[in-house]
Every structure is written in structure tokens, then in C-alpha cells.
């Protein structure tokens, strides 16, 4: 899944922030897409990997964006919106989840298991045969894995990557503990200026718009996307806060020429409000 050579400027890219820490899946994304080593800078929050690009600290960062059980990352399509970012690539990551912890214990030690809300949720059926063992939410995977390694936390397990045992040199008690195991995250890269990709290999874009509140006003939007051969991947609402009851759309699409989607969105800008592109790229293998 990694780079063509038409897309140079990536290597232009030296330092990313992720939210997290290393071991992270944001970290792991981050040694797989990218051609040549880049320098982490860990950040808490999604807010504070925002603040780190926009401020400049930054070439670029990673964000989760949608996840195959659970869903978009709705709060994350509001920072690239609301930030003025742009989505320069993409990169799918298979996630497993391994219930991690100190070395010389077996999971009948463990009392506690802290990670994060989405983690815990794919992993609670594994742990119903475990009633002994409270589950604890937490910010982040990888960072539980680092906090029982320099605190020498016993009884206290964590749910992560297989890299953040690794790096934490912590045991793995039970490997792919997640009950669908099937598990694919999609990551956006993210600039503070668009894409530098040649037209030729732009075959997805993202971009966001309000359709007028009456009947038929999304259909005909749609019916553009397809009249122009694009195919659409995906569709999401995001409410517009000081507007009841009206929604601004983002819209994920494919398609085969650069040409296509250029007289596609010439149309959607004259037909829908507020049209924005959020981003032009290269479409990952999923």
C-alpha cells in the first residue's frame, strides 16, 4: 500500500502529528503510507493534532475518519471542515486488538483492563467469559500499554496493537480479541493546503454541501454524481449547529477521469450551497 512515484511531494512531508503515542494504530499508519521515515509528534487529542498542523508544528497529520463496525468519526469530518484542512491521501489499516500486559502474569491475574471506548466495545464479548475483570475507558490504546510498563502496573491490562507490546515489551495474553474479526479503519492525510498530486492520479475526492430544504433537492445532487460517471462511497450528515434541522453532506467519490469529476463539481457548486472540496487524492487499497 505504499506510495507511486507521481506523488513526490509526500517526501516533502518530514514530521506528522498523531493522536496517541507509539504503538498506536495512528503511528502505525504513519510507518506504513509514507515512503520515508517521518518524526511523531504525539498529541492527546484530535483537537490538539489540528492546533499542531494548523499552527505549523507539523507537515502533516493522520486522523481516523470511518471505521468498517463502527461507523464514521463524525467529530473528525468537523475539524477538516471547520479548520479549512484538506485530505491529501488515504490508508486503510487492518485493526487487531491483543490483550496486552506485564510479563509473568495470566489473564486469571488481571483485575483491570483500561483502553479506549471504542476498543473495549469490540472486544466485550471476548471478555464476558472474564467476569472477574473490570473494563475501564481510557484515551488511548497504546498509551495504557505505556503507562503499565513505566508505572509496573500488575493486575492491569491493556487493549492494543501488537507494536505496542513490542515497543512497551509487554505480554500478549490473547491475540485478535475482537469479536467481528474483520476490522478495517480508514485514515485521512491531512494538509493545511491541498493536494500536489497531477490530475492523472486523482481518482477520489472528497467534498461537502447543503442542498436546499425542499423535495428532491439531495436526489438531484446525487443524480449529478452519477450522470457524471462517479460513484459515490460514501454520504454523511453533519447537522449545521445554528440552523435546526438543516444538514450539510460529506461525500466521498471515485471515478475513473479527473475530467469527469471537474464538470461534476462545476454543476454541484451552481446547484448546492456552501460546496467545498475537502480533498483530492489517491484512492487506497482497502
Known sequence: MGLDENRDFFFMINTVAIQGVKGSFHHIVSQQFFEKPVDIIECLTFDDVVDTLISGGCDAAIMALENSIAGSIIPNYALIDNYGLHIVGEHYIDVQHNFLALAGQ???????????????????????????????????????????????????????????????????????????????????????????????????????????????????????????????????SLPIIDEPWKYAFFVDVTFASYEDFKKAKSIIEIMGQSFKILGEYKKAKV
Open 106 to 236: 495470566s489473564i486469571a491475574d488481571i483485575k483491570e483492563v483500561y483502553s479506549h471506548p471504542m476498543a473495549l466495545l469490540q472486544c466485550k464479548a471476548f471478555f464476558k467469559a472474564y467476569p472477574h475483570i473490570k473494563l475501564v475507558e481510557d484515551k488511548d490504546t497504546a498509551e495504557v500499554a505505556q503507562r503499565i510498563q513505566n508505572q509496573k502496573l500488575m493486575g492491569v491490562g491493556a487493549i492494543a496493537s501488537i507494536m505496542a507490546a513490542e515497543i512497551f515489551e509487554l505480554d500478549v495474553l490473547a491475540r485478535s480479541i475482537q469479536t467481528i474479526k474483520s476490522n478495517e479503519t480508514r485514515f485521512a492525510i491531512v494538509k493545511r493546503r491541498n493536494s500536489e498530486i497531477s490530475e492523472n492520479d486523482i481518482n477520489k475526492a472528497s467534498i461537502k454541501f447543503e442542498a436546499d430544504h425542499k423535495r428532491g433537492s439531495l436526489a438531484t445532487i446525487l443524480n449529478v454524481m452519477s450522470d457524471c460517471k462517479l460513484n459515490l462511497t460514501k454520504i454523511q
